[in-house]
């Protein structure tokens, strides 16, 4: 009975140890996840400015139409939006910022 007592708690302990593995994943998924976005934020963000630059289209010959700048502006939103991720920006800037992570004593 003894014997059959020390097993059961140490099936009870390699459970928990289990379990408590199991959540320290499911968190370091959750939180990979939520840097991944982020980084792919960023990535837009830093899309976004070049898109700026390179979409300048002041020409005096043509009038501006109403509204133009804020159409203008949501177009390149959605288009940062769209190409964030595929850069390489965010990729590079999620790997460093996990190999700083593991290096946190």
């Known amino acids: 009975m003894i014997n059959n007592n020390k097993a059961m708690l140490e099936q009870y302990h390699v ?4 379990s ?3 959540l320290k994943a499911l968190a370091q998924n959750k939180n990979d996840k939520l840097l991944k976005e982020q980084t792919d934020s960023f990535e837009a963000l830093l899309l976004k400015f070049m898109l700026d630059t390179a979409m300048k289209m002041d020409n005096p010959l043509y009038p501006k139409a109403p509204g133009d700048e804020i159409y203008t ?5 959605t288009l940062s939006k769209e190409l964030s991720g595929n850069f390489g920006y965010s990729e590079m800037l999620f790997n460093f910022l ?3 992570e593991k290096q946190k004593p």
């Open 98 to 100: 996990k190999e700083q």
């Open 20 to 22: 408590e593995e199991k």
């Open 15 to 18: 459970s928990k140890l289990a």
């Open 73 to 77: 502006s949501m177009y390149k939103d």
